[in-house]
């Protein structure tokens, strides 16, 4: 049976010291009987809390961020519903106003930073989820996408080179991440004897980022990016790094339970997962001379994971239970050449537990109690 309902709004607006403003407003809002659309916006702005001394007229800690998320719903029948929805953020800010233990000044409002520090931040996330009801089973899909992005220039030595005699400064660090991902499952409806779900997810990101931090104890110069920073790096470049790492991830699994009795259940399952890294790493420095290298490391992986487990009910409070199970956390690439501490790749982890335990509440549920030992 479907429900009707009316559309609702809501919006606020606050002000501050500091010139805060604040303004947020939220809808949501039935298009006919299949359709509803749900939206909300926030703004934040306030300028920053913290004078730097070196830099006239900048100040530390201020904030322009804007979020918003919206959402879908479409569900021509009673059996099958579909909703996209999306969350979007947008940050436009100056650095934290840490202090370095040699600043002079004692006033936590003052600091002494002669490179500025700033940072632009956005981020993109969309879901599709879609769920399929039938006498025997239900089908569910979630797809999504997230893509992120982020430019970094920083005062890493949080002072000045007249203070300090030398500087750390990060000139660049940006960052860019694309990932897709899907899972497809297919399982019983609930309040059968057997229950089971089977499906598989499916990975594929990108990361691309790049570094240029400059140091040393000889006065700073101009810290910008040349164009041919990657193949001629300037002096005092500490490190540079252009890479590119590439995952995918995909795996089927299945797990069913079985109810042998009212208050005895068996659960068994089991996954194989498929894990590959690729990372593509130009390396640039120029501390004692110039200094270009690249690698390209890749992994992969082919893991095959379980679970088994019995589970006794005691009372409605009172649950006893024992599992056997095989955990695996992937393995991986470094970007990193000619070290001999650090590998180009690193082996995947797995763990096989043997645990047994029990999950109590007590005193109307007022105390809970689980106990638990394993190998």
């Known amino acids: 049976m479907r429900r009707s309902c009316s559309a609702a709004y809501q919006a606020d607006f ?21 359709v509803a659309v749900r939206a909300s916006v926030q703004r934040f702005d306030h300028k920053g809390f913290t004078d730097d001394e070196a830099i006239p007229g900048f100040r530390e800690d201020d904030a322009h961020n804007t979020g918003a998320k919206g959402a879908i719903l479409w569900q021509p029948t009673e059996n099958f ?20 233990v040699n600043d002079p000044n004692n006033s936590p409002w003052r600091i002494s930073q ?24 239900t089908i569910k899909s979630v797809s999504a996408y997230q893509h992120l992005s982020s430019v970094l220039k920083e005062d890493s030595d949080r002072s000045t080179y007249a203070l300090l005699g030398a ?4 000139a660049a660090w940006n960052t860019k991440v694309k990932s897709y991902t899907e899972e497809f499952d297919i399982l019983s409806n609930p309040g059968s004897r057997l229950e089971w779900i089977a499906g598989f997810f499916w990975l594929k990101q990108s990361s691309d980022q790049f ?14 990016v040349p164009p041919d920073i990657e193949t001629n790096p300037p002096l005092g470049l500490n490190y540079g790094n252009d890479s590119l790492v590439k995952r995918r991830s995909e795996s089927v ?27 593509d790493s130009h390396n640039f420095s120029n501390i004692f001379g110039p200094s270009v290298n690249e690698v390209f490391n890749k992994t992969k992986d082919n893991v095959t994971t379980w679970r088994g487990e019995a589970d006794y009910d005691l009372s409605a409070a009172n649950m006893l239970y024992a599992s056997y199970s095989r955990g695996y956390k992937p393995g991986g690439v470094n970007g990193s050449f000619g070290q001999q501490v650090i590998q180009p790749s690193f082996s995947p ?20 109690l689980n106990l638990a030992a394993f190998d």
């Open 81 to 100: 519903s579909a909703t996209l929805s999306a969350e979007l953020y947008n940050a436009n800010e100056h650095g934290q106003a840490q202090k370095n």
């Open 349 to 368: 982890e797995t763990n096989t537990a043997f645990e047994i335990g029990s999950k109590n509440f007590f005193f109307d549920d007022a105390l809970r």
């Open 253 to 279: 699994f299945a797990q069913a339970t079985y109810h042998i009795t009212d208050n005895f259940r068996i659960t068994a399952g089991g996954r194989l997962n498929h894990d590959s890294y690729g990372d």
């Open 167 to 170: 500087y750390d400064h990060i």
């Open 14 to 34: 606050s002000v501050g010291t500091y010139n805060l403003t604040r303004e947020r407003a939220e809808v949501n809002v039935p298009l006919g009987d299949t």
């Open 114 to 137: 002669d490179y500025p520090s700033k940072s632009k931040l956005t981020s993109e996330l969309y879901h599709l989820n879609m769920s399929y009801e039938t006498p025997w089973f």
């Open 211 to 224: 570094v240029a931090e400059y140091g040393g104890s000889t006065p700073p110069p101009v810290l910008t």
